[in-house]
Structures are given as structure tokens and as C-alpha cells.
């Protein structure tokens, strides 16, 4: 019996030992998570404008002769930062005008186009 704790003991202080060694996971607030970039680079710029404390938000992106994949990527991005950072999920419902891929977009006074969601998953 005093072999099987011990053994016990033993085992959880290496696994505790070992957690230090193991590669950070960044979580909702944490600098990390603020210093992730995509894989690849996203091939236009966006900007996302928000009041941290709502849900609703904004992305405006410069695309002008853009595919819609490269795109939607370009959106996305800086969208499921924002709720990943402030709200704890990367669910986003996106202002749609029908169905679910068929994003809203409208125009920015400078030309950007405007992208607006919601985070929502809590």
C-alpha cells in the first residue's frame, strides 16, 4: 500500500515538474495572444473598431479589386482576435444579407469597406 502512494507521489511530481517546460497556450487577455499572427500573410490590411466592452463590432478593410476569399480571410482575422480577447470565443455571427455567407457589406466615407458582426458563444 505505501509503494502504490508513493509511486502515485512520484508520478505527479513529474508531471508538475514537466508543466514548465511545456509551450504557453495563449488565453483570452493574455499579451501572447495579442503577438499571433495568421499563418500566411493576409493580403489586405483591416482594421477593427469596437468598444471592448460590446459585443458588436466593425472591421474596415482596403480592398479594392480583392476576391472574395481573400477577403472574407482579411475580415475574419482581426474579427476573431477581437473576440477571442475580449469575449472568450471565436464565434462571430456576421450581418448577413440572406443567408449565412452572404456578409453585409457597406462603404466607409474613404472607401474602405465595412464589415460588422457579433461575438457571441457566452
Do not use: K, N
Request: contains cysteine; charged residues 20%.
Amino acid at each position: 500500500m505505501r509503494a502504490g502512494r508513493l509511486a502515485i507521489m512520484a508520478m505527479a511530481g513529474a508531471v508538475t515538474a514537466s508543466c514548465g517546460s511545456l509551450p504557453s497556450i495563449p488565453y483570452p487577455g493574455s499579451d501572447r495572444l495579442l503577438r499571433m499572427v495568421p499563418e500566411r500573410q493576409l493580403p489586405f490590411a483591416a482594421e477593427i473598431a469596437a468598444d471592448r466592452a460590446q459585443p458588436e463590432f466593425q472591421v474596415l478593410v482596403d480592398a479594392r479589386g480583392a476576391g472574395l476569399p481573400q477577403l472574407r480571410e482579411s475580415v475574419r482575422h482581426p474579427a476573431t482576435m477581437h473576440c477571442i480577447r475580449y469575449f472568450g470565443t471565436s464565434d462571430i455571427d456576421w450581418t448577413t444579407v440572406g443567408g449565412p455567407d452572404d456578409w453585409s457589406v457597406g462603404q466607409a466615407p474613404d472607401g474602405r469597406l465595412v464589415f460588422s458582426g457579433r461575438c457571441t458563444g457566452r
